[in-house]
């Protein structure tokens, strides 16, 4: 009787063990999942470039602001082509760089 008694404690202490193991495992797991949450947060997953002209003058062509589409590779841009007239002076813009983060 006395052998049972110890089993049944040795059984236990067993259970105890495992559910203990798996409450550790399922908090580590936890904190897994926040750090990869927070990682995906910082992380760039699409950029586009865009400009705008500055000067609002009537010799520069095209858009007066205007963006490529979003992408997820590294490729260059649709050309661009500075569509000014025979006029001194030129053109003025500025040029920016947009990304998103996250998923």
């Given at each position: 009787?006395?052998?049972?008694?110890?089993?049944?404690?040795?059984?236990?202490?067993?259970?105890?063990?495992?559910?203990?193991?798996?409450?550790?495992?399922?908090?580590?797991?936890a904190s897994?999942?926040?750090?990869?949450?927070?990682?995906?947060?910082?992380?760039?997953?699409?950029?586009?470039?865009?400009?705008?002209?500055?000067?609002?003058?009537?010799?520069?062509?095209?858009?007066?602001?205007?963006?490529?589409?979003?992408?997820?590779?590294?490729?260059?841009?649709?050309?661009?082509?500075?569509?000014?007239?025979?006029?001194?002076?030129?053109c003025f813009?500025?040029?920016?760089?947009?990304?998103?983060?996250?998923?």
């Open positions: 009787m006395l052998f049972i008694t110890f089993m049944a404690v040795g059984a236990t202490e067993t259970e105890e063990s495992k559910g203990k193991d798996f409450n550790e495992l399922r908090s580590s797991m897994l999942q926040a750090e990869l949450a927070s990682v995906k947060a910082r992380t760039i997953t699409a950029c586009r470039i865009c400009f705008q002209e500055t000067e609002g003058s009537s010799q520069c062509q095209g858009h007066r602001h205007s963006c490529s589409g979003w992408s997820i590779h590294p490729e260059w841009t649709l050309p661009f082509r500075d569509d000014t007239d025979n006029r001194p002076g030129g813009y500025q040029w920016k760089l947009e990304c998103l983060k996250g998923i």
